[in-house]
């Protein structure tokens, strides 16, 4: 059974940064797209970053673009995403996803989600 366990978020004031964590079990990934999406309250999931394997190309929404950076350590079977200059637009849940069907959507599993918030 594919079991996604994010952490790492937390409060953070603008300009600051923060660093997620996903923790993957069941099976192996390395060979899957993975990636992350955040759900606003009252507004549909968006898209923030995903990285394919070998050789782990990425793909960012525009709003995270040069401010977030996603990586993967298949050893550890985990992704993770390095959020810098974090913004109070960036405040919502983010949550893990694996086996992406396009660069950008359909993902086949999801994560719980862990809160990022991000104070003005």
């Known amino acids: 059974q594919v079991q996604l366990v994010e952490s790492g978020g937390g409060s953070v004031q603008a300009g600051g940064s923060l660093r997620l964590s996903c923790a993957a079990s069941g099976r192996t990934f390395s060979a899957y797209r993975m990636g992350w999406f955040r759900q606003a309250q009252g507004k549909e999931r968006e898209f923030v970053a995903s990285i394919g394997w070998i050789p782990y190309s990425t793909t960012y929404a525009d709003s995270v673009k040069g401010r977030f950076t996603i990586s993967r350590d298949n050893a550890k079977n985990a992704i993770f995403l390095q959020m810098n200059t974090c913004e109070p637009e960036d405040t919502t849940v983010y949550c893990c996803?694996?086996?992406?069907?396009?660069?950008?959507?359909?993902?086949?599993?999801w994560g719980k989600g862990t809160l990022v918030t991000v104070s003005s």
């Open positions: 996803t694996t086996d992406l069907k396009e660069t950008t959507r359909y993902p086949n599993y």
